[in-house]
């Protein structure tokens, strides 16, 4: 059974870029679509971007399209999360998620990412 770990948040300056990395700790998410969401405190979790299996295509929400870039290394078994001009609005906690055909059915434990004014 796969597992998604996220990893590479924490604290960074208004203004400034983060990384992020998920990777399948078990088995393989070569064949399937990923995506990334964020979920602040008291707010429904947000979508925010999603890539193909071959990383040709990629979609972005409104909020986040022109600074965050998705992309991925299946040889690697991980997609990343390019974080540019980042806002106090971007805090949230970041989640990996697999698309499964029909539903995202697999996430990570997510990784905390705090933006200061």
């Known amino acids: 059974q796969v597992q998604l770990v996220e990893s590479g948040g924490g604290l960074v300056q208004a203004g400034g870029s983060l990384s992020l990395s998920c990777s399948a700790s078990?088995?393989?998410?070569?064949?399937?679509?990923m995506a990334w969401f964020r979920q602040a405190p008291g707010k429904e979790r947000e979508f925010l971007g999603r890539i193909s299996r071959f990383g040709i295509t990629a979609a972005y929400a409104d909020s986040v399209k022109g600074r965050f870039t998705i992309s991925r290394d299946n040889r690697k078994n991980t997609v990343y999360l390019a974080m540019n001009s980042l806002k106090p609005e971007d805090t949230a906690v970041y989640y990996c998620?697999?698309?499964?055909?029909?539903?995202?059915?697999?996430w990570g434990q997510g990784t905390q990412v705090t933006v200061s004014s």
């Open positions: 998620t697999r698309w499964s055909g029909e539903d995202y059915d697999l």
């Open positions: 078990v088995g393989s998410i070569t064949y399937y679509t």
